[in-house]
């Protein structure tokens, strides 16, 4: 985003953008969060699923993330939790928690 700033962007129009971005990304997370015990919540996650343009490309993570180091993130929150969940359900639980952040019921 430096980049792109540095650019084509002054820095009052960044100062402008930065809020703007930054709320918007607290909300979707919050969102994201609660959409499950939130109607509001829920309602804005699929409003904003419905927005995406069909010639968008598909999203990709950072290059820091990735869906093994998901899996693996996982593997250790549920160990430390005492679930022992076999490989099966935690990459199931993983399918499920990122269908659900896409608004994919």
């Not at 953008?17 to 919050?30: D, E, F, K, S, V």
């Not at 699929?46 to 598909?58: A, V």
């Not at 005492?82 to 659900?100: F, K, P, T, V, W």
Request: hydrophobic fraction near 35%; proline fraction near 5%; charge should be negative.
């Amino acid at each position: 985003m430096e980049d792109f700033h540095s650019k084509h962007l002054s820095d009052k129009q960044m100062k402008e953008l930065n809020p703007i971005i930054r709320n918007a990304i607290a909300t979707a997370l919050y969102a994201m969060e609660h959409a499950e015990v939130n109607p509001l919540a829920k309602t804005y996650i699929l409003y904003n699923c419905r927005m995406i343009p069909n010639y968008w490309e598909p999203p990709e993570l950072s290059s820091e993330f990735s869906l093994d180091g998901f899996i693996n993130d996982l593997r250790e929150v549920y160990g430390h939790s005492g679930d022992n969940l076999s490989d099966a359900e935690i990459e199931e639980r993983a399918e499920n928690i990122l269908n659900r952040s896409l608004g994919i019921e």
